[in-house]
């Protein structure tokens, strides 16, 4: 990738349309298996899971003016044509100052800053298994699972101390409706958490 060759001090370019240079000095990690709390703390900030959402859906190098103005749009729930020159400079600025640097850094994306041009890695993939966001208005599946859990199995235990209504099914019928349920909420989960996945159709998953 390409980077300022002044010394310790250089900044960065920021390629094509420059609008702000910061000091950045680069000190990469072995590569390796992306520890959990590296990804953890890269997808800990909105605009770097936006990038990291935008990059997945493109799958090929973009540019940081057509990447800032999509990050402005999703930002600001507009569409890319409506974002305004202070939106996208908002955006553009944050990008090329902190958070490309960081991608870049821990070897998730090349940021060559001289023309303005992000290409993913193959580490980017890594990013997918440790983030499924739930929205605000759902039950996380943890205490779906624990409440279904919980239901089915004092229903079963009622029933086989004889109570009604709960004695008339046999344990092979409160068995099967068990194992029902639960498949059943299997494929509902899976579903829901491919379209809440960083990378699928659509806007972040935190804005739908």
Not at 13 to 21: I, K, L
Not at 40 to 67: A, C, F, K, M, T
Not at 178 to 206: F, I, K, N, W
Request: charge should be negative; include cysteine.
């Amino acid at each position: 990738m390409s980077r300022a060759t002044d010394g310790p001090g250089a900044s960065r370019g920021a390629g094509p349309g420059s609008e702000t240079d910061v000091s950045h000095s680069s000190n990469k990690p072995a590569q390796g298996a992306l520890g959990h709390e590296a990804a953890y703390e890269l997808l800990s900030n909105g605009r770097r899971r936006h990038v990291i959402h935008y990059l997945l859906q493109q799958e090929e190098p973009v540019s940081l003016r057509d990447l800032s103005r999509q990050v402005a749009a999703w930002e600001n729930r507009i569409e890319p044509a409506d974002v305004t020159p202070r939106q996208r400079k908002r955006a553009y600025t944050a990008l090329h100052q902190s958070h490309l640097p960081k991608l870049d850094d821990t070897g998730i994306v090349e940021y060559d800053t001289d023309r303005g041009r992000i290409e993913p890695t193959d580490r980017l993939a890594e990013l997918r298994v440790y983030m499924e966001v739930v929205p605000s208005h759902e039950i996380p599946w943890n205490v779906y699972y624990t409440g279904c859990g919980l239901v089915m199995g004092t229903a079963a235990f009622v029933a086989a101390l004889g109570v009604f209504p709960f004695d008339l099914l046999s344990g092979f019928a409160w068995a099967g409706l068990t194992a029902a349920t639960l498949v059943v909420s299997g494929l509902v989960h899976t579903y829901t958490a491919r379209q809440h996945e960083l990378g699928s159709e659509g806007p972040p998953p935190e804005h739908r």
